[in-house]
């Protein structure tokens, strides 16, 4: 399975950016498993923070906190692709996203961290 995460980028806080996390290896419409894919993120000298993730099956959502109202995630299982588009972009944005993927376990919407993708920067300039 591979994850490759294109559209990072900078932007002026107030911005906009749409991250793309394409998955090969990996048929998101024909599993018999939950399973899900998520976006996380991490500055420099932070721990990782997850920011959202969906279910693949039933299309379920999961927001942190400072994404609600903000980001939104979508899958498109016939592209094998999951985008999130971010609004209102703000400094503390800032960080490497990274997709990640895996089966979600019961009671969850978000998967466990079985792959992951290289990651893509997003810069917001205040």
């Known amino acids: 399975v591979q994850l490759v995460e294109s559209g990072g980028g900078l932007v002026q806080a107030g911005g906009s950016l749409r991250l793309s996390c394409v998955a090969s290896?990996?048929?998101?419409?024909?599993?018999?498993?939950?399973?899900?894919i998520g976006w996380f993120r991490q500055a420099p000298g932070k721990d990782p923070e997850g920011v959202s993730c969906i279910k693949l099956r039933d299309g379920t959502t999961h927001y942190s906190d400072p994404a609600k109202g903000r980001f939104t995630i979508s899958s498109d299982n016939a592209k094998n692709t999951v985008d999130l588009q971010m609004n209102r972009l703000a400094p503390e944005d800032t960080a490497v996203y990274h997709c990640?993927?895996?089966?979600?376990?019961?009671?969850?919407?978000?998967?466990?961290?079985?792959?992951w993708g290289q990651g893509t920067q997003v810069t917001v300039s205040s």
């Open positions: 290896g990996f048929t998101f419409g024909f599993t018999s498993d939950d399973y899900g």
């Open positions: 990640i993927a895996g089966k979600v376990p019961t009671g969850s919407s978000c998967p466990f961290t079985e792959y």
